[in-house]
């Protein structure tokens, strides 16, 4: 965020200047430690039809969950990251402000450009917390998916190895149906989980219910995460 019209490792232009300039009145109204999750969600054409739909009524359901906790609403910021084609449809925001996106279904599966990306913005939102005084959580990045890259994705693996060495962030990868878990087990450092068919509601009720514990948490402590019960064993 130094300077206007930075490009991200996605080929996604922010305007930096308006940003560090909103995020200052931001930060001064609401100075606590923040828990940054980023979501990266596969809209390829392949999940046309029932998957999108209730990937669609998790969010909302998300929202909702995140919403009722007083504390959460404070701490908690939520951004998501489509692909298929690449593209942000929600820059961090606490829950008040966070709504969830429409989601259409449609092209390839551009996995590896959508993970740098998102990279990008969670090292991004880090520098303005830094700028601002702010302390946060480490973030969290959730990568879900039914399908495999169609881009080259090499890159994005080496990029989320090199961060979860350094703790910037815990990255997590969520397979859907015919999802190549093979490939997730090769991008991501622990091993993905294959969710229960379409079990979208119960994945995001348990991710802002661990959301939720983690910020009412101390920063350098978080706590474990509780058993999951939405993916296949």
């Known amino acids: 965020m130094k300077c206007a019209g930075v490009e991200t490792a996605g080929g996604i232009t922010h305007n930096s200047f308006m940003d560090q300039a909103f995020g ?8 606590e430690p923040r828990c940054p999750c980023l979501l990266l969600l596969d809209t390829s054409a392949s999940m046309d039809g029932p998957a999108i739909a209730e990937l669609a009524k998790g969010l ?3 929202k909702h969950e995140l919403a009722l906790d007083a504390l959460a609403m404070k701490r908690v910021e939520v951004a998501i990251v489509s692909f298929g084609p ?6 961090f925001h606490t829950p008040d402000r966070f709504q969830p ?15 740098l990306a998102g990279l990008e913005m969670v090292r991004q939102r880090k520098e303005a917390y830094r700028a601002n005084g702010i302390s946060y959580y480490r973030p969290w ?5 039914d399908g495999t890259p169609t881009d080259a994705w090499d890159r994005a693996a080496e990029a989320v190895k090199a961060g979860e060495d350094v703790k ?3 990255f997590f990868a969520v397979g859907v149906a015919e999802a190549d878990m093979g490939v997730l087990g ?4 622990r091993p993905p989980l294959k969710l229960d068919g379409l079990r979208f509601g119960d994945l995001f009720a ?6 939720s514990n983690l910020s009412r948490s101390s920063p350098s402590r978080p706590p474990p995460l509780a058993p999951t019960d939405w993916n296949y064993i």
């Open 86 to 91: 690449v593209k942000v449809v929600a820059d």
């Open 60 to 62: 909302a359901a998300f």
């Open 24 to 31: 200052a009145s931001e930060f001064a109204d609401n100075p």
């Open 186 to 189: 090769k991008i991501a450092v």
């Open 141 to 145: 990045v959730f990568l879900i998916t």
């Open 206 to 211: 348990w991710l802002s219910s661990s959301l």
């Open 101 to 115: 996106p429409p989601l259409a279904a449609a092209g390839d599966t551009p996995m590896g450009a959508a993970i």
């Open 168 to 170: 910037s962030f815990s």
